[in-house]
């Protein structure tokens, strides 16, 4: 039978999702936390959307197929026994062999949260990203006005990023303010490595006033990762998780994240 997942967790002590040799992954946690509930070979672990060292995830999405019967309550108590404590699995859901948590996705959502502030965070530090000067919103709209819709990101892909192709979908990038913290939220088909980070990047540079927002075109245009501003901190970005038609009974809610952290 097929299992779907649905966990968060804090990528501050990881390096990223994807298995590595190291053993420091959400991936390796989650497989050997299986494993040990099941007292069989870990199962593999196929997940909605890789995410690199650093960033969190609060709704990743993951699936593995198994014969051991168990109730969606039961993977949830029983796995999270054996997971460390920044890696929780929030839901479980018996799906149809049919179901992929990747292929099936329709797209993914992230937000990125963003500190304004003349000192470093401190009790915010790797949850949130950091900025000293002053951020204006509408320079930043505008800039990212230019990103939304189907587009070659070649300039915000980086060197091995492993995508068949540059080309995706963006919807309109939101962008909030509550008190010293921003919110950018991203939704799109799929994303390239870095591709967030390095948009991050460059709508940063405007909200400064380093850059006026039709400089946000001349980058997209010119398919370029050398003419893009550099990939910013990993440390305020979220995976909010992957959208699935309705066919699949799986959550679509991202729990939690009506706040952003140290402002309720």
């Given at each position: 039978m097929r299992i779907a997942l649905g966990l968060s967790y804090g990528g501050g002590a990881y390096e990223g999702w994807q298995s590595q040799p190291s053993g420091r992954t959400v991936q390796d946690r989650?497989?050997?936390?299986?494993?040990?509930?099941l007292a069989s070979p870990s199962p593999n672990v196929m997940c909605a959307g890789r995410t690199d060292a650093g960033v969190h995830g609060l709704m990743?999405?993951?699936?593995?197929?198994?014969?051991v019967e168990r109730t969606d309550s039961s993977w949830v108590r029983g796995t999270n026994r054996y997971l460390p404590s920044d890696i929780a699995i929030q839901w479980a859901r018996h799906v149809p062999d049919g179901f992929h948590a990747r292929a099936c996705a329709t797209s993914r959502r992230y937000s990125y949260v963003v500190?304004?502030?003349?000192?470093r965070p401190s009790i915010d530090a790797g949850r949130v990203g950091w900025v000293f000067r002053t951020l204006a919103l509408q320079p930043m709209l505008e800039a990212a006005a230019f990103l939304a819709g189907e587009h070659d990101f070649t300039s915000f892909r980086a060197a091995q990023c492993q995508a068949l192709s540059p080309v995706k979908t963006l919807q309109?990038?939101?962008i909030t303010r509550h008190g010293a913290y921003w919110r950018f939220d991203f939704e799109g088909s799929a994303f390239l490595?870095?591709?967030i980070r390095n948009i991050m990047g460059c709508l940063l540079a405007v909200g400064q006033g380093l850059r006026d927002p039709a400089w946000m075109k001349m980058v997209l245009d010119a398919r370029s990762r050398e003419v893009a501003a550099p990939t910013f901190s990993p440390d305020g970005l979220y995976f909010l998780g992957p959208r699935y038609g309705a066919q699949w009974g799986l959550p679509d809610a991202v729990p939690g994240f009506d706040w952003l952290p140290s402002h309720p």
């Open positions: 989650l497989e050997h936390a299986l494993g040990t509930f990743q999405v993951a699936h593995f197929d198994t014969d500190l304004e502030s003349p000192v309109p990038v939101a490595h870095h591709m």
